[in-house]
Each structure stands twice: as C-alpha cells, then as structure tokens.
C-alpha cells in the first residue's frame, strides 16, 4: 500500500488555498477554478484552517450569512486534524472514516504543508490497487 508521500509525489496540479482575510466568495471562486471541495487556509506558510464545501453550506446559507461580506476566518475550521507523507493510504481512510472528514492536510515533519489528501484521491487510490491485484491474479493462474 503507498503512502502519501508517493500519492503527493504524482500530482501536478497546484494546492487550492486561501487567507483568513479572503472573502468566502472568493474561496468558493477558488474552489470552483480548481474543482476541489476544500481548500487549505493558510497564513503565510502556516496551516490555520480548512475551508469546506461543508462549512459553507451550515455557517453561510443555514444561517442567512452573505459570502460577499463574510471572511473566511468566521466559518473556517480551525482544529485541523493532519497527517504526515510516512501516513499510509490505510490509515488515512480509517482516520477519515472515523472522524467523517472527506478532507485530510498532510503536514511535513517540518509543519509545512505537503499537500491535501481527499476521500476520493484515497477510493480511486484503493481502486487501482484492487485492479493491479486482480490482473497479478488472473495471469498467475492463467500461467
């Protein structure tokens, strides 16, 4: 099973983040340019949140709030769970199960930000494997 050190290793595209001080128009803009359904809040180099889908959907339009004028810091959430590259893709879907987060940060031992792990990066990560197993199988039994 990979961890996520060789999962992060392969992506090409750039992090989807934003600033506490961003408005939450702006991050749903940000989220919309890169298809993802979080982003990572982050002042300077530093992890102070994770901006959801979620988020939006209970802190601004449950609660009648206008994503114009709210800043991203109001809803964010704060306590951040992560995780390090060494974590295996096992681990992270327990974690993520458990806790019922579709979005994991995934910090170097450094506490710089490595990147940012989703449920479906992990099925379609699980997936592959799966069919990689099953082909392995077919030929030795085929042989």
């Given amino acids: 099973m990979k961890t996520l050190k060789q ?3 392969s ?6 983040v934003v600033t506490p001080k961003d408005t939450v128009f ?3 803009t940000v989220m919309a340019q890169h ?16 901006f959801s889908e979620r988020d939006y959907a209970r802190k601004i339009i449950l609660q009648g709030k ?15 769970a992560y995780v390090t590259p060494g974590t295996t893709l096992d681990e992270c879907m327990a974690l993520m199960t458990e806790k019922r987060f579709r979005h ?3 910090l170097s031992e450094d506490g710089s930000v490595a990147g ?13 494997d799966q069919k990689f197993l099953i082909d392995q199988l077919e030929r030795y039994i085929a042989g």
């Fill in 66 to 80: 206008s994503s114009k004028e709210t800043l991203v810091r109001e809803i964010m959430s704060d306590r951040v």
């Fill in 11 to 16: 992506r090409t595209r750039p992090l989807a």
């Fill in 104 to 106: 994991l940060p995934v």
């Fill in 116 to 128: 940012m792990i989703s449920i479906g990066d992990l099925v379609k990560e699980t997936i592959s």
């Fill in 26 to 28: 702006h991050a749903l």
């Fill in 7 to 9: 999962l992060l290793a």
């Fill in 35 to 50: 298809d993802v359904g979080a982003l990572l809040v982050l002042e300077g180099e530093q992890l102070v949140g994770i």
